[in-house]
């Protein structure tokens, strides 16, 4: 067995040479590598493995940030041959060792602060503080807590040369918006409503309730400088004094967000009054006529519970840079920030099935969460995936509608969530 083990880690066909031989490179966090040892030791021996495995510096037994990362480990687990079909349980990084009993867990690398957890049911077992954490990495995916003692196979991690590694890392914060002519050619066909007002010379939802104070929620039609032509949004004329022009919203599914295409994103499609999506383009155009645009999100869930978080700044690039997300600060609400929450999407490229810019060799996530989204190595945030009426599913991807910093995926099921709304008003 051990031999055929070692046979396994030495002949690994190394696709990579960024990652020590017989790693796998992930394809989710930028700069690490993976090794899955199909070989008993208790959680320490474990870590003690890792941290002196031959030409991997400063390697750690795994921490994993995020449902996307988990699920790919999974993936890796699976095909592992050596680890038996009803033993699928391997040590991760996470342990409570030294907090007292009080039900918290760090990771074994403590320069990963990552927040994601996937407990399964019943899980962590408290007021033990000689617990560490294994998944069911190859069928469930679930965190269980036992003995530290324990023998597990177990998964280590060490980063790859950071030289070497550059060409495939997303594009940095800072883009200079070179104000390219506006380069759609015609206005999409969103749906022609009529507006509850006569057409103005109003440039954004703000400018309309500046112009008619008491104007209700609705379709407008607006006219940003430099946009190619009119086009309609709808106004938020009630949440948090009003004034939002909408740019996504989303509430029973029934208009596709998961098979458009980059020309859809970039151009709009539904209809502004029900689900849409209104376009990066004309989302471009509203930023940046304004030296200054905050953002708000509005989430509700299944049973209801109406969550939001605002950020101060936002600010996305241009067409050529493919629309980055270039900021997304000065977060606050109560859904918590899945779009800086590790690994951030700020500074991501927008992606789409078709025009894939998430940085990843293998996988994109626009794939594999469905759905076009600043995708960094995925990340946590993607609200244009699949619709899921009932919210709770299960699958091996998060592909849901996905605000992660909302859930921790204790119960058995990924959450999706039942009504979204993104929106911008100018800060004046
Ligand atoms: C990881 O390595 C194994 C063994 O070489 C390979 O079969 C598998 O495809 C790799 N997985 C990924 C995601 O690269
Ligand atoms: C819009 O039109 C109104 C009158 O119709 C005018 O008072 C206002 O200055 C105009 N605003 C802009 C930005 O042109
Ligand atoms: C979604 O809502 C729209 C309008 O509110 C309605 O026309 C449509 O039938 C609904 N679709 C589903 C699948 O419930
Ligand atoms: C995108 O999809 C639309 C239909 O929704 C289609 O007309 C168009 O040709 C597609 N564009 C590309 C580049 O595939
Ligand atoms: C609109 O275009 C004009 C002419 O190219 C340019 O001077 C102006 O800065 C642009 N406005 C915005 C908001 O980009
Ligand atoms: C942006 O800021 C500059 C400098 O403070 C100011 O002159 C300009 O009017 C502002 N533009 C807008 C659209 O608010
Ligand atoms: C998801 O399913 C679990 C278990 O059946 C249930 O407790 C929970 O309320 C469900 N959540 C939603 C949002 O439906």
Redesign the pocket.
């Known amino acids: 067995m051990t031999f055929l083990v070692f046979l396994f880690l030495i002949f690994l066909p190394s696709f990579s040479h960024q990652c020590p031989a017989g790693w796998n490179i992930s394809t989710v966090v930028q700069n690490k590598c993976y090794l899955i040892v199909p070989e008993k030791k208790d959680w320490f021996s474990a870590e003690y493995y890792c941290q002196n495995s031959a030409g991997a510096t400063g390697a750690q037994l795994v921490s994993i940030c995020n449902a996307f990362e988990n699920a790919l480990i999974g993936v890796l687990v699976s095909n592992t041959p050596a680890i038996l079909l009803n033993t699928d349980q391997v040590w991760i990084g996470l342990d409570d060792i030294g907090n007292d009993g009080n039900g918290e867990f760090t990771w074994a690398n403590e320069n990963d602060d990552c927040s994601y957890r996937h407990w399964g049911p019943g899980q962590p077992r408290l007021g033990i503080t000689t617990e560490c954490v294994s998944s069911a990495a190859k069928s469930t995916g679930y965190w269980s807590t036992k003995s530290c003692a324990t023998p597990n196979y177990f998964i280590c991690e060490c980063s790859t040369d950071s030289s070497t590694i550059s060409s495939t890392s997303p594009t940095a914060g800072s883009t200079s918006s070179t104000a390219g002519s506006a380069s759609s050619t015609s206005s999409t066909g969103l749906s022609t409503k009529t507006p509850a007002l006569p057409d103005s010379n109003a440039t954004d939802c703000f400018d309309i309730q500046q112009q008619t104070p008491f104007a209700p929620s609705g379709v407008y039609t607006i006219h940003p400088p430099n946009a190619s032509a009119p086009f309609d949004v709808y106004c938020d004329m009630l949440t948090d004094n009003g004034g939002w022009t909408v740019f996504q919203r989303r509430f029973n599914g029934s208009q596709d967000f998961t098979t458009?295409?980059?020309?859809?994103y970039e151009n709009g499609?539904g209809d502004v009054g029900e689900e849409h999506w209104l376009g990066l383009e004309k989302l471009y155009w509203l930023i940046e006529k304004e030296n200054l645009t905050e953002m708000r999100i509005d989430l509700i869930d299944c049973i209801g519970q109406n969550v939001y978080e605002a950020y101060e700044r936002f600010k996305i690039g241009n067409a050529v840079s493919k629309y980055a997300l270039l900021q997304a600060g000065g977060a606050h609400g109560t859904a918590r920030d899945s779009l800086a929450a590790k690994p951030s999407q700020i500074g991501s490229k927008f992606s789409t099935r078709?025009q894939d810019h998430d940085g990843l060799p293998f996988e994109p996530c626009s794939e594999t969460l469905k759905g076009g989204w600043w995708y960094s190595r995925c990340g946590n945030a993607h609200l244009n995936s699949v619709y899921y009426p009932q919210c709770n599913y299960t699958g091996r991807f998060p592909d849901g509608i996905t605000w992660e910093t909302l859930f921790s995926d204790t119960d058995g099921f990924h959450h999706s969530l039942a009504k979204t709304k993104m929106m911008i008003r100018r800060v004046v």
């Open positions: 458009q295409n980059w020309t859809n499609f078709d």
